[in-house]
Nanobody, 127 residues
Framework: QVQLVESGGGLVQTGGSLRLSCAAS????????IGWFRQAPGKEREGISC????????YYVDSVEGRFTISRDNAEKTVYLQMNSLQPVDSAVYYC????????????????????WGQGTQVTVSS
């Protein structure tokens, strides 16, 4: 059974840091790209970062570039999202999702291409 489980969310002050984890099971993890997405109340879901299979490539949207770092440990079947310099606008439920091999050119909006999703972890940044 394919499963993705996010963890590491919580409450942090502006300027603080969190590291999210996405633990995978039930599929050939190193053959899949993993994306991080978030959705705030009343807002559309947005892709924020993606890492290709076997750490082939890493992508970020402009709003998190330079603040967030994505990485993966294929032996542990886990993808991490290190989030620094957090701002209140980063408050959202964060989800990870898997996609065969590559992130693809429209990874940040092509949600249907990601076949499995986790349940999400809440990140709240206080001002």
């Amino acid at each position: 059974q394919v499963q993705l489980v996010e963890s590491g969310g919580g409450l942090v002050q502006t300027g603080g840091s969190l590291r999210l984890s996405c633990a995978a099971s039930g599929f050939s993890f190193d053959e899949y790209a993993i994306g991080w997405f978030r959705q705030a109340p009343g807002k559309e879901r947005e892709g924020i970062s993606c890492i290709g299979q076997r750490d082939a490539a890493k992508y970020y949207v402009d709003s998190v570039e330079g603040r967030f770092t994505i990485s993966r440990d294929n032996a542990e079947k886990t993808v991490y999202l290190q989030m620094n310099s957090l701002q209140p606008v980063d408050s959202a439920v964060y989800y990870c999702a898997s996609k065969w091999i590559n992130c693809g050119p429209r990874w940040s909006t092509n949600f249907e291409a990601f076949n499995s999703w986790g349940q999400g972890t809440q990140v709240t940044v206080s001002s």
